[in-house]
């Protein structure tokens, strides 16, 4: 069946630091693919998609690219923020077969120090 | 404001007695999910609705139903909460089913059985 594997957190980095969340996929056909971040307290939001090999999905100085060779789509981001501290899923959802919902992995916890 | 609104944001059940978590949209989107999410794991879909029509996961144990008695409204009815059934429990709405372009989270409902 799909699945969904990210790194294990939590990552802990300083303030402008670069962020690498590592996320990889496995699916029949040819997943849509999402990363969505949880705030403390809050529900899961979309941050990013990219629905086709190569497209690069991007959203508040986040981006990530579906990489269908390497089955990945690793979230980066260049100089992170306090404010960007949560939960960050990443999820896909095929497009070929039946079943239409979002498949996600784990979730990696960012903790962003000043 | 709000497009997701999940009721309570906190549950505590006894073991064994019936508990109903609630969600609305004013999104009007034809799908409605809920999934459970428990400690450090992924989000897992239980079921949903498009529209009228009710699709259970295969691995969704019975002791959990639904109810969608209109387009606003779901309902998440645990018959006889277990202790391996405390976790978070997040809906979701989306436009259709076929393509996922975008799925949107309440803010859960975290479960404690005692």
């Known amino acids: 069946g799909d699945s969904v594997t990210q790194m294990e957190g939590p990552v802990t980095l300083s303030e402008e630091a670069f962020l690498t969340i590592n996320c990889t996929y496995t699916?029949?056909?040819?997943?849509?693919l999402f990363w969505y971040v949880q705030y403390p307290g809050e529900g899961l939001q979309l941050l990013l998609k990219?629905?086709?090999?190569?497209d690069k999905g991007s959203n508040k100085g986040f981006e990530a690219t579906y990489r269908k060779e390497t089955t990945s789509f690793h979230l980066e981001k260049g100089s992170v923020q306090v404010s960007d501290s949560a939960v960050y899923f990443c999820?896909?959802?095929?497009?070929?077969?039946?079943?239409?919902?979002?498949?996600f992995g784990s979730g990696t916890r960012l903790q962003v120090q000043p | 404001d709000a497009m997701v609104i999940q009721n309570p944001r906190y549950q505590v059940t006894q073991f064994g007695k019936p508990v109903t978590l609630s969600c609305s949209q004013t999104?009007?989107?034809?799908?409605m999910y809920w999934y459970q999410q428990k400690s450090s794991q992924a989000p897992k879909l239980l079921f949903h609705?498009?529209?009228?029509?009710?699709?259970n996961e295969a691995d969704t144990p019975d002791n959990f139903q639904s109810r969608r008695p209109n387009t606003s409204f779901c309902f998440l009815d645990i018959r006889s909460p277990g202790l391996g059934d405390a976790a978070m429990y997040l809906c979701?709405?989306?436009?259709?089913?076929?393509?996922?372009?975008?799925?949107?989270f309440g803010q859960g409902t975290r479960l404690t059985v005692v």
């Open positions: 990219a629905t086709k090999a190569d």
């Open positions: 999104l009007n989107h034809n799908v």
């Open positions: 609705y498009y529209d009228k029509d009710f699709n």
């Open positions: 999820a896909l959802t095929p497009l070929d077969t039946g079943r239409r919902a979002l498949t």
């Open positions: 979701a709405t989306s436009r259709e089913v076929w393509v996922i372009t975008e799925a949107f």
């Open positions: 699916a029949t056909g040819y997943p849509s």
